[in-house]
């Protein structure tokens, strides 16, 4: 390709959530680079897998063009006296610049006469300019975590094992700390092609790894992900629990693909449906099997970064796994159920909000207060339920099973109200009253949630 800029930070594994950020960072900070260096480009395309970062700059200028600057110096009346001798300060500006006397122009502003130079300068070629943007590139990656190797003083998200640099082709020569020289190599699969690969250009180099087990392109990856797990589910007879997120994260935790059925025994289709999976999606990364009505079945699919030989002994191990995960989560469940949600209650009085502000049991007043007096409003035949709502919304938080899984919070208050004989919209109002969790998702689909997550927030905004 002509004109074409290839540069791979290759890693040891990076966390999955680092990764997409990471490379948007990469190919924004290069954009900016690129403009401050007035440099014109094509277009700048990314890649990344836990173990590289690659951006590619298509159709990148050759060379900077070439400007005349306009430096503005001292105001005239300082720069000569009045025999029209120069002072020391034009003699300084001029020094500054590298020119003469005989080179300063004066200039006419808006604010009087000043001295000017006017100053040709050749532009640099991109090359030359790569080797000393390249290693900075690198550095300017933020993350939430960082860290040092060896005796570098370079951090970055994890151990920097090698670097590729390219333009048109030919090795950016530059060395960063702790890393070593930049080359004209990537490497593939860490267990099934882990030999070096010679690149010559973008097209090649995602190619050469695709061959070697890599699929580079982040959005190709997740298409194989969701193909392997839906060809296991099939094979299973059941289809996989829709989950975007875990989807995302899964495909940022592999190179290559694998999907492995696995089974667990049923006595655990006894937790609530959320418990089930989330024991299975926050810890293992595992996804969830349903049969046509929906219902959960005792399976799971796990996804491996290789290729299975034996698939049963695959699965063995992820079961083992789970198992473990799963036993807890029964034994938490069922250690909670010995006592109601209502009678959790009066424990939030040890439970702190925020330290000037008291307990969560103080809160939950608040909360349940404010939802009555919203109901008398918006919902007058309500304000009971409102009020019942209220006080059971935050007693969860007390439960094992959110202890152990924060994520669930409203979601086991929900089933362990139905399971002490709430009425269902007091029980689904404790689950809604946390919609929307982000900007964009799920809102409350009952009016008791609505009112409740209001209050909550109200109280919260006071």
Known sequence: MKNQLIF??????????????????????????????????????GAATPRRLVICVED????????????????????????????????????????????????????GEYLLIRQEQKGRPTEELMVELLPELL??????????????????????????????????????????????????????????????DYRQYLDALRVSYVLADPQERKEAVLREINRVAQKSGGRILPDDDLLATVANLVESPHAILGVFEEKFLALPKDALITSMREHQKYFAIVDEEGRLRPNFIAVNNTEVKDEGLGAEGH??????????????????????LAERVKDLDGLIFQARLGSMREKTNRIQALAGLLAQDLAPDMVEDSKRAAYLAKADLLTEMVNEFPSLQGLMGRDYAALDGEKPSVAEAIAEHYMPIR???????????????MADRLDTIA
């Open 439 to 453: 900007a964009g998702s799920g809102l409350p689909t009952g009016i008791l949630g609505a009112l409740i997550g």
């Open 139 to 200: 550095k300017s990656i933020s993350f939430p975590k960082s860290m040092h190797w060896g005796e570098a003083r370079t951090s970055f998200a994890r151990p920097i094992q090698w670097l590729l640099a390219l333009y048109n082709g030919a090795v950016i020569p530059f060395t960063v700390d702790g890393v070593g020289d930049s080359a004209d190599v990537t490497y593939g699969h860490r267990f099934m092609a882990p030999g070096a690969i010679k690149i010559k």
């Open 319 to 340: 079961q083992r796994v789970l198992r473990a995960r799963l036993e807890d989560g029964l034994f938490f469940f069922r250690k909670d159920l010995k006592r109601k």
């Open 60 to 111: 990148l200028l050759a060379r900077q063009p070439d400007r005349t600057e306009e430096i503005l110096g001292p105001p005239k009346k300082a720069a000569f006296d009045p025999a029209g001798n120069p002072t020391k300060a034009a003699i300084g500006f001029a020094r500054s610049r590298g020119v003469s006397i005989a080179d300063i122009k004066i200039a006419n502003t808006p604010k």
């Open 8 to 45: 791979e930070i290759g890693t040891e594994e990076i966390p999955a959530g680092y990764l997409l950020p990471a490379l948007g960072e990469l190919k924004g900070n290069m954009a900016q680079s690129l403009a401050d260096l007035r440099l014109t480009s094509r277009e700048i395309n």
